[in-house]
């Protein structure tokens, strides 16, 4: 299963968290396959996410969002 996407989430939290935030609300050095799977069972059962289910949830994907951009210029880089 894929998670919800981010736009989605943003309707109903109403917030846009930068990177710095939604660390606040991811444990930390959690890895990339937790926060995925984080992200996973939060968007399964959306409907019974509270406020701050959807604030943990909005975080897993800007933070997933965010390494996946930073790979991607890291490898742009080396290729040029």
Known sequence: MKPMKLAEVRKHTGRELTVEEAAQYVSPGQ?????????????????????????????CLVLLAHKRRRNLRAAAARIR
Do not use: G, K, M
Request: hydrophobic share 35%; net charge negative.
């Open 31 to 59: 890895s990339d396959t937790v926060t995925r799977n984080q992200a996973c069972a939060l968007s399964l059962h959306s409907w019974s996410n509270s406020p701050t289910d959807w604030l943990r949830l909005e975080a």
